[in-house]
Structure formats: structure tokens, C-alpha cells
């Protein structure tokens, strides 16, 4: 690989920075590895890029509607969305994916209707999807946890043989979604044990992006984070996070793996974050500008796009793409103003599977406050 084309920050030098998959330059070009190949055609990648620009369309919608007051939060996922679909165009139907609050990518490639999305951080309710239906879970908001709900739910899968039978209608893996800044909670450390332990089917796939809200990766690790699977005894593999061809291909293969019983992966995907990491936040404080202009250098949808324009897609493809792109626009943007508010007395409802008689009297004080409220509004 050409070393201009890494996207790696310059590390420690007490570190050396292992080797990167990368299959397509920020200029469009195609990149050989001897580790891994895509193989697809230009209709995949087509499709590919499809992904790309209408999970880059639902993150631009959402920010707009949360600055007109319609959201109470919005996490931006600008320049991970390489990351997040080449990762999960790997899985199958029957795979399953822990996602983060910000892999809005994974969430679309997995067949829920981002207006689900709008509802969870309209305050409206938990997610709006069966998680059995789409093969995702719901968003996970305590940082790093997802990954411990991954490593378990693959012990299952092992435990329930469909797990290395050599029946691709069966064998399942599980892929685990988590940030940089995740790598320093317990909770990742756990996961990444167990799972090598019990040779799990689960795919650890890290999006590097660079920052744990305002704090840097290298404030965080003294060596890439990709090195972490030796110490716990797992294959590692460091892969440019802004290459969507790259991303399936690494974690095709490393769902593969899992699914043929021959245990977890950790990957590390080096990406970058260009927005800020919600909306109630503002980069400015703890980055330069300088570092983003870098960045957007290597944006994930240009290269794909230069790569099919050189290949000969046409015109049509890009202007009907743009079109459904600003339909969904519009589609989000009406949906989200028809989200219904929640009765906030139902919040009860869902803290125990048999209520207790202390939830039932909360739920009891709740109602008869918000009547005297109501009646004192009207």
C-alpha cells in the first residue's frame, strides 16, 4: 500500500504501526493486498455506494431536524459510513449485530426504516423495531456494554450448534460495534476475554474515530488498538475505515471465521469522525481545523464515487441515486414531525417483567400528578 495513502495519525515512537488493509485510495484507485481481496463487480459496488449516500443522507436529515428543535439529540456519524456498511453488507440474514447510538449505517443496511431512529432520539420511544426480525438490536447508549451482550449471545449461538456445521444456512456469527473511546471501559476488556476463552463467533469491530467525545486515541492507548487481540489471544486486523471496499471484505472474512467455529476477531477500522460526537458538542474546542480539511480528504463516498465514474457508471445512476436520496430527505422530515408523543405513565410498564407494589404506587403518584397538572393547565 502506497504510505500516502494511510489514514493513520502518526503513532508513539515507541509504537510501529501495524500494517493496513486498503483496497480503494482516497483518489479512487484500487489498492491490491495480499490479505485480502474484493471481488465483487461493479454492480456491488454500485450498490455500495447507494448505502453510502443514503446513510450520509438519514445523518444530514436528522442533524437539520435537531437543529430546527424536532430531535433532542442527534449523534452524527459523518465519515464512519464506510465503516459501518462495508461491515455490515458482510453480514447475513441470520447474522447479528450489537450496534452503537451512532451506527445509523448498520441500522440501514439491516432493513429498519431510520425513522425508527428519529424516534429514539425525539425522546419518543426505545427503538420501534423487532430486533429478531432485522437481526440487530437495538442502538446501546451505555458505552462499551453492547459488547458483553454480543460475546454472550454468540456463546448461545455456539451452545445451540449452529456454530461450525458447515451448513451456511445455519452457522451464525455476531458482530459487536463500539468506538475508541469504548476501549477504555472495563466492559470491552471483559468481552474480548471471555470470547477468546470460549472461542466465540463474534467480530469485534472498532471504529476508530480518532476521539472519546474530546479526548484523542493516543491519550487513551500507548499502542494501536488493533494490538489489543494478542493480548487476549485473538487474530487482529487493522483496515482503513474509510474504504467501504476494504471494510466488507475484513469483515466478511472475519465473519467467516467466526461462523466456521474457529473463534472472535478484533477489528480495528481507522476512521475519522468530521462532525461533532452529538450535537451538544462542539469539536472546535479540542481539534484544528487543519485536522478535519485532512480528513475530508479522504472522505469515503468520494473515492467510491471517483472509482465508478473511471469504471463507466452513468449519469442516470448518479442522478437517480441524488433523487432518492432527497425523497428520503423528505420522507424523514414528515415522518419525524408526526411522531407521536409518548404517555409518559407508560414508562412504568416496562421496569419489570411482574410489577411491584413500590412501581405500581409510583406509576399510581405519576398519573394523579400529571391529571392535577392537566387540569391546572386547561
Not at 500500500?1 to 486498503?22: A, C, F, G, R, Y
Not at 492507548?221 to 489471544?233: K, L, M, N, S
Not at 472474512?253 to 469522525?273: C, F, K, N, S
Request: net charge negative; glycine share 8%.
Amino acid at each position: 500500500m502506497d504510505p500516502s495513502n494511510d489514514p493513520t495519525p502518526p503513532t508513539s515512537p515507541l509504537t510501529t504501526s501495524p500494517p493496513m488493509v486498503q483496497l480503494l485510495s482516497p483518489s479512487g484507485e484500487r489498492v491490491t493486498d495480499p490479505r485480502h481481496a474484493f471481488d465483487g463487480d461493479r454492480a456491488e459496488i454500485e450498490a455500495l455506494y447507494r448505502d453510502l449516500v443514503m446513510t450520509r443522507r438519514v445523518d444530514t436529515e436528522a442533524y437539520a431536524l435537531q437543529r430546527h428543535g424536532e430531535l433532542g439529540l442527534w449523534p452524527p456519524a459523518l465519515g464512519q459510513e464506510a465503516a459501518q456498511v462495508g461491515s455490515a453488507r458482510a453480514l447475513r440474514p441470520h447474522d447479528f449485530a450489537f450496534p452503537t447510538y451512532r451506527d445509523h449505517g448498520v441500522a440501514w443496511c439491516r432493513g429498519v426504516d431510520p425513522t425508527h431512529l428519529l424516534g429514539i432520539f425525539r425522546g419518543s420511544h426505545l427503538g420501534g423495531w423487532d430486533p429478531a426480525e432485522h437481526g440487530i438490536a437495538l442502538p446501546n447508549i451505555i458505552i462499551g456494554a453492547q459488547t458483553l451482550h454480543a460475546t454472550g449471545y454468540a456463546m448461545g449461538l455456539a451452545l445451540e450448534g449452529l456454530v461450525g456445521t458447515g451448513d451456511a444456512e445455519r452457522d451464525s456469527a455476531v458482530i459487536a460495534y463500539f468506538g475508541d473511546g469504548a476501549t477504555s471501559q472495563g466492559d470491552v476488556s471483559e468481552a474480548l476475554d471471555w470470547a477468546a476463552v470460549h472461542q466465540s463467533p463474534v467480530v469485534f469491530f472498532c471504529e476508530n474515530n480518532q476521539y472519546a467525545i474530546s479526548v484523542p486515541v493516543d491519550s487513551q492507548t500507548r499502542v494501536p488498538i488493533v494490538q489489543r487481540a494478542d493480548g487476549f489471544g485473538l487474530p487482529g486486523v487493522r483496515v482503513d475505515g474509510n474504504d467501504v471496499l476494504a471494510c466488507l471484505a475484513v469483515t466478511r472474512q472475519a465473519l467467516q471465521r467466526a461462523r466456521d467455529g474457529e473463534g472472535p476477531t478484533l477489528i480495528e477500522a481507522v476512521t475519522y469522525r468530521m462532525g461533532a460526537h452529538t450535537t451538544s458538542d462542539d469539536p472546535g474546542r479540542y481539534r484544528d481545523a487543519s485536522e478535519v480539511e485532512g480528513w475530508k480528504a479522504k472522505d469515503p463516498l468520494e473515492r467510491v464515487r471517483l472509482l465508478l465514474v473511471a469504471e463507466g457508471t452513468s449519469e442516470e445512476f448518479f442522478a437517480e441515486l441524488d433523487a432518492d436520496a432527497e425523497a428520503l430527505g423528505v420522507r424523514l422530515r414528515a415522518a419525524c414531525q408526526q411522531i407521536t408523543e409518548p404517555d409518559l405513565a407508560e414508562l412504568f410498564d416496562h421496569v419489570f417483567v411482574e410489577s411491584t407494589v413500590e412501581n405500581q404506587q409510583q406509576k399510581a403518584e405519576h398519573v394523579a400528578w400529571q391529571a392535577a397538572f392537566e387540569e391546572v393547565a386547561s
